[in-house]
């Protein structure tokens, strides 16, 4: 069956470091990548999107790599503050359809 | 962009009743969904919201205990009826506008659900 993994354990981190979270799937062959970010009582946010065919995403402070050999998005939040805790979930886009399919997230807490 | 409103934004309902979460949208979209995020969990798509003709549903999830309407292109709502505990869950209300290179999808506030 299809599965999305996400480190379930929280990322506790010290401010200014970088935060790196791993996203694995099984049974996918997604047309992209994306990331969302949420925080407690609210709906997801939209993050980056990153392409079968891209290796690497940047914006701002985030940084996403899509491994398709590996079946693995890395997702880095470098000089991070703690304004940036909060929940993250990566998500696959199927070709079809358009629907999303969601991982379990992963809890950062920045700590200044 | 696309602002999504959802009403209730939190209820507290007893077992066996039903209720009925509006998702409102600022602008007119082709594809609505509908997710659920229980507790510590991420979200699961229940259905998709289709204008003009019935939801389509994801395996796990029926229509006769999530009915859905769509009467336009701005406006849907989902009732969970019969409710139990374990309906107790954030639901979601998501659209998806097409852009140039992909599709963007936003996600409304949420309708937290407590079911006694």
């Known amino acids: 069956s299809q599965k999305i993994e996400q480190n379930s354990e929280a990322l506790n981190i010290q401010e200014g470091k970088t935060a790196t979270l791993t996203c694995n799937y099984t049974n996918y062959s997604p047309a992209y990548l994306q990331w969302y970010r949420q925080d407690p009582g609210r709906g997801p946010v939209f993050l980056l999107l990153i392409r079968e065919n891209e290796k690497e995403k940047r914006k701002e402070r985030l940084k996403v790599t899509f491994d398709t050999t590996l079946k693995q998005s890395l997702f880095h939040i470098t000089a991070s503050q703690p304004a940036d805790s909060a929940t993250y979930l990566c998500?696959?886009?199927?070709?079809?359809?358009?629907?999303?399919?969601f991982g379990g997230g992963t809890r950062v807490l920045v700590k200044p | 962009s696309a602002v999504i409103s959802q009403k209730p934004s939190r209820d507290i309902c007893q077992r066996g009743t039903s209720l009925t979460i509006q998702c409102q949208v600022d602008s007119q979209v082709t594809m609505m969904f509908w997710y659920r995020q229980q507790p510590g969990q991420s979200l699961t798509l229940i259905a998709t919201?289709?204008?003009?003709?019935?939801?389509?549903?994801e395996s796990g999830f029926v229509i006769d205990k999530f009915p859905i309407s769509r009467p336009n292109l701005t406006f849907s709502t989902l009732t969970v009826s019969n409710m139990s505990p374990e309906d107790s869950s954030i639901y979601l209300c998501?659209?998806?506008?097409?852009?140039?290179?992909?599709?963007?999808?936003?996600f409304g506030p949420g309708t937290r659900l407590t079911v006694l």
């Open positions: 998501s659209v998806q506008i097409r852009r140039v290179n992909r599709d963007e999808q936003f």
């Open positions: 998500a696959l886009d199927r070709a079809a359809g358009n629907k999303l399919t």
């Open positions: 919201a289709n204008q003009g003709s019935e939801a389509t549903y």
